[in-house]
């Protein structure tokens, strides 16, 4: 392990590290951050048939999406929550790999798949009744084939690999996509994913978002080569994708799953993309990155890229627009709304089911805390 100096504070990408190789990787893209849309001879059969309609649909979704990140980020600085995990910049990787999806593939989010749980129908509120700590999910994971979130790093792709072997051996035609991060890819549940779907050829899709950042750390202090590339090793495809792009994340998570329903095996998708915030509301990421860097990634950002493509396609107009901002204003009142008219966290709730019939030291605990709770009361531990 390396040890910095505590006087190193300046935002850098890396020192002393290995460099991947300099031979660029291969990046499917359909629109340029310009908006303009790019030909791909492998990719645009899955997205030749789309309508305006369809990717005004795919716009509406970005913008509602980023519009519930924000409020929810807002009230985690009001004390309505307590920890939020922001999509910020991430919006086309998960709506165009979201609605790529079946209504019976299954789902194995991580914990800021928000975009993908909007496209499953999963009522946003029940994602920040978590995150304030008054349920552990509040949706039932079989009514929209979304599991429940995934604190517990790359742990998801293992339970995806399970689930789509069982329905392999069910004979359904169905397929199964597991999301994680740069910094899950490290794991070893996740190259034991690989290992089994691939020995098994399970119709599985790794979803990677590599957003540059697992935390603190940039991709290259993990690999020496691009992430989709790992999966040569393991014997099945891997691509990397515009994440930025929401129409080449639709196509090539459509061929992906489409090789999985077909009986074809896993594939690894690599979304590069970069998160535009914080890793978390605990985090600063001031601290070890530099603002020049998410100043060139903003000139990326997924919904202006497709906004100028609508506008030059004039597949929309100033009233849809404006139509679409109205909205996003009664989704934010929505959402303050619900949030705080949740009921607060039973403080009490967490000595419950630490031991199934009960524990001295538990007891104990319990005292103690209740006795600081009481103190409040008093005017003690002000």
Not at 14 to 30: D, I, M, W, Y
Not at 144 to 164: D, E, K, M, W
Not at 237 to 260: F, H, M, Q, Y
Not at 265 to 277: D, F, I, N, Q, S
């Amino acid at each position: 392990m390396t040890v910095e100096s505590t006087a190193a504070h300046k935002p850098r990408r890396s020192a002393g590290t290995r460099k991947s190789p300099s031979t660029k990787p291969e990046l499917v893209q359909l629109l340029t951050p310009e908006g303009k849309r790019v030909k791909n001879a492998e990719y645009d059969k899955y997205v030749a048939d789309i309508t305006p309609e369809e990717l005004r649909g795919l716009y509406r979704d970005m913008v509602l999406t980023r519009r519930f990140d924000a409020e929810a980020t807002s009230l985690q600085r009001q004390g309505e929550l307590g920890l939020w995990a922001s999509l910020l910049g991430q919006e086309a990787a998960q709506i165009g790999s979201g609605r790529a999806l079946r209504d019976d593939d299954y789902v194995f989010p991580t914990y800021r798949e928000h975009g993908v749980a909007w496209c499953r129908g999963v009522d946003p509120t029940n994602l920040l009744g978590m995150f304030r700590g008054v349920n552990n999910g509040g949706w039932d994971p079989n009514s929209n084939n979304f599991h429940l979130y995934t604190i517990v790093i790359g742990s998801q792709t293992l339970h995806a690999t399970g689930y789509a072997m069982g329905v392999a051996k069910d004979g359904a035609d169905s397929a199964v996509i597991a999301y994680f991060g740069d910094g899950a890819s490290s794991q070893g549940d996740v190259a034991e994913s690989f290992t089994f779907s691939a020995v098994y050829n399970a119709p599985v899709v790794f979803f990677c978002q590599n957003n540059q950042w697992a935390i603190s750390e940039p991709t290259e202090r993990q690999t020496r080569v691009p992430l989709y590339q790992r999966a040569q090793g393991f014997g099945f495809p891997g691509v990397r994708v515009d994440g930025n792009d929401v129409l080449a994340s639709l196509a090539v998570t459509k061929w992906a799953l489409e090789r999985a329903r077909a009986g074809e095996g896993p594939t690894l998708v690599e979304a590069y993309t970069y998160r535009m915030g914080a890793h978390t509301t605990s985090d600063d990421p001031s601290k070890y990155r530099a603002d020049e860097e998410r100043e060139a990634w903003e000139a990326k950002d997924p919904i202006l890229r497709l906004r100028r493509y609508l506008e030059a396609a004039n597949h929309a107009d100033e009233g849809f627009f404006a139509e679409l901002e109205s909205e996003s204003e009664a989704l934010g009142r929505r959402v303050r709304e619900a949030v705080r008219a949740m009921p607060d966290p039973d403080r009490f709730a967490i000595f419950e089911h630490a031991y199934a019939d009960g524990h001295a030291l538990v007891d104990e605990e319990r005292a103690g805390f209740a006795a600081y709770q009481a103190s409040f009361a008093d005017g003690e531990g002000a």
